[in-house]
């Protein structure tokens, strides 16, 4: 029964995270919706999550954090720029252009980009002549198609709201998604070599958060210089923040 649990863990997981998701969606949707700026937000959400991930990875890693070099820094940050920086600063861009559901529908394509990623790359092996390689070519097929359909399809309206989104700035905001699982995709594919070489998780989980929130600064600044816009209340914002 042990190695059976053992193997249910990382699905369960999964299934846990993709609920998590769509409720920060929700949440971060709203807020956004009244005001917050998509910059800003993803700037205090990564300050909230380094100040969480910080202590756990500083005590429970102290003894088993590998020796840092400047080649595996410089990866590090590359994963931070592209994982953190970009795929975020694009990812609410396009919440808020578009909506919570068709962005948890179209995250449904990172999957397929990270298969097509690894197996490009060598890191993941394909048998045409087995039911797991043939399940795997028809996934994708599935994943992409349905991606595609929620991408170019905008159907009609169910609920009305004050601001309206218009067709142009849909069809952005779903193209700044797409870029965005692109990137997503590559951070996740190409973490598993520097994982190999950096094998504390949660260290390098924090480094990777430090690195994009300072990186994430200077995008917000140059984009949102107005010290307005970085001022919370205690309201859905603060509320978008932390459970992101």
């Not at 390098?204 to 600044?221: N, R």
Request: net charge positive; aromatic share 12%.
């Amino acid at each position: 029964m042990a190695p059976r649990l053992a193997s249910v863990k990382p699905i369960t997981a999964q299934l846990a995270a993709q609920v998590c998701y769509a409720g920060s969606n929700i949440i971060t949707r709203v807020a956004l919706g009244e005001g917050m700026n998509h910059f800003v937000f993803v700037v205090y959400k990564d300050v909230v999550a380094t100040i969480v991930i910080a202590p756990f990875a500083y005590f429970l890693e102290r003894n088993k954090r590998p020796a840092m070099t400047s080649a595996i820094f410089w990866q590090i940050f590359v994963l931070a720029l592209c994982g953190i920086t970009v795929y975020q600063n694009l990812y609410f861009a396009g919440l808020l252009y578009t909506s919570a559901i068709f962005v948890s529908a179209i995250s449904n394509i990172v999957p397929v980009l990270i298969f097509v990623m690894a197996t490009a790359s060598g890191m993941e092996k394909v048998d045409m002549n087995s039911k797991y390689g043939l399940a795997k070519i028809v996934g994708t097929i599935v994943c992409v198609g349905g991606a595609m359909i929620m991408t170019f399809y905008k159907g009609p309206v169910l609920l009305t709201t004050p601001n309206e989104l218009t067709f142009n700035t849909w069809m952005l905001g779903a193209l700044m998604l797409l870029v965005g699982c692109l990137f997503w995709s590559g951070w996740v594919t190409f973490q598993a070599p520097v994982v190999r070489k950096y094998p504390a998780q949660l260290s390098l989980t924090t480094i990777m958060l430090f690195q994009g929130t300072m990186l994430s600064i200077l995008v917000a600044l140059v984009f949102e210089p107005k010290a307005s816009a970085w001022r919370l209340k205690w309201d859905i914002q603060l509320v978008s923040i932390i459970s992101s």
